[in-house]
């Protein structure tokens, strides 16, 4: 940091967009697996006790099944559009001659 251009290039601010950035993405990762996992633990909770199961709860778990399986193809899009964009393949990785060889690495 004694160099006053470190500042002007754009590693410390992409580091610092980086930083500020993660949290409020980590909040929503966290929130969309909430709403996901609080009927699952509804229903787990339900069973283990040994009462019977509320039909919203069921209704609930159904639409968040469909919501989740309509929703994979739109959530793996833009990795799959970045991948390609990239263009990464596994022509860099090492070809194996046998088996014996994934083993010893």
């Known amino acids: 940091m004694r160099r006053r251009r470190y500042l002007l290039s754009a590693w410390p601010w992409r580091a610092l967009a980086y930083a500020v950035t993660t949290l409020p993405l980590a909040g929503a990762a966290v929130l969309g697996a909430a709403v996901v996992a609080a009927p699952l633990l509804l229903v787990a909770g339900a069973l283990r006790r040994g009462r ?12 968040l099944a469909l919501a989740v399986v309509a929703l994979a193809p739109l959530a793996g899009a833009p990795v799959a559009a970045y991948i390609f964009c990239v263009g990464a ?17």
């Open 52 to 63: 019977p199961v509320d039909a919203t709860a069921l209704a609930v778990l159904a639409v």
């Open 89 to 105: 393949d596994n022509t860099s990785l090492p070809a194996l001659e046998n088996p014996e060889q994934a083993q010893e690495i």
